[in-house]
T-cell receptor, first 114, second 116 residues
Framework: GNSVTQMEGPVTLSEEAFLTINCTYTATGYPSLFWYVQYPGEGLQLLLKATKADDKGSNKGFEATYRKETTSFHLEKGSVQVSDSAVYFCALSDLALGNEKLTFGTGTRLTIIP | GAVVSQHPSWVICKSGTSVKIECRSLDFQATTMFWYRQFPKQSLMLMATSNEGSKATYEQGVEKDKFLINHASLTLSTLTVTSAHPEDSSFYIC????????????FGQGTRLTVV
């Protein structure tokens, strides 16, 4: 079956530091890959996505590249801000099998200190 | 656009009572909605897929008689936790797929259920 493994948190960084949150996956088909962000007290919001190998998703300074050879979709940002403090979820959706359900990783709590 | 509203955002109930949680797509129609449960420091676990006009599809291990799902219209799905017990205390989240073909799921803000 499908699964997503992501870096366990919590992660604490200073403002303007470089961020990497690792995510790897296993899937039986050709998944689309997503990063969702959950700010305190809010629902999940789609941060970025990639639908095929070598695609790069990007948004708000974050980016992630769909690496089929390493089955990875690591999230990166060059210079984090306090407002980036949130929980980040890596997820996949195996649309090739007609399965629109999302499989989530365990989430990584990120705290940015001034 | 593409807003999903979940209500209530939090609820406290006594053991043995039932609680209803609503999930509404405010500006789009959603034939398909999903209900998730999130335990502390854990991932979202899909409970069931809610389809307008038909019975929900439950994931393995989820008691359909305990977690009743009704998707009566294209903009509303409800989850009723029946005869709630303290172990049902959790964060419940819904998401909805826009009928216009987008593969993006839009999430509600979640409902924190505490059973005392």
């Amino acid at each position: 079956g499908n699964s997503v493994t992501q870096m366990e948190g919590p992660v604490t960084l200073s403002e303007e530091a470089f961020l990497t949150i690792n995510c790897t996956y296993t899937a039986t088909g050709y998944p689309s890959l997503f990063w969702y962000v959950q700010y305190p007290g809010e629902g999940l919001q789609l941060l970025l996505k990639a639908t095929k190998a070598d695609d790069k998703g990007s948004n708000k300074g974050f980016e992630a590249t769909y690496r089929k050879e390493t089955t990875s979709f690591h999230l990166e940002k060059g210079s984090v801000q306090v407002s980036d403090s949130a929980v980040y979820f890596c997820a996949l959706s195996d649309l090739a099998l007609g399965n629109e359900k999302l499989t989530f990783g365990t989430g990584t709590r990120l705290t940015i200190i001034p | 656009g593409a807003v999903v509203s979940q209500h209530p955002s939090w609820v406290i109930c006594k053991s043995g009572t039932s609680v209803k949680i609503e999930c509404r797509s405010l500006d789009f129609q959603a034939t398909t909605m999903f209900w998730y449960r999130q335990f502390p420091k854990q991932s979202l676990m899909l409970m069931a897929t809610s389809n307008e006009g038909s019975k929900a599809t439950y994931e393995q291990g989820v008691e359909k008689d305990k977690f009743l799902i009704n998707h009566a219209s294209l903009t509303l799905s409800t989850l009723t936790v029946t005869s709630a017990h303290p172990e049902d205390s959790s964060f419940y989240i819904c998401s909805a797929l826009n009928d216009r073909g987008s593969t993006e799921a839009f999430f509600g803000q979640g409902t924190r259920l505490t059973v005392v």
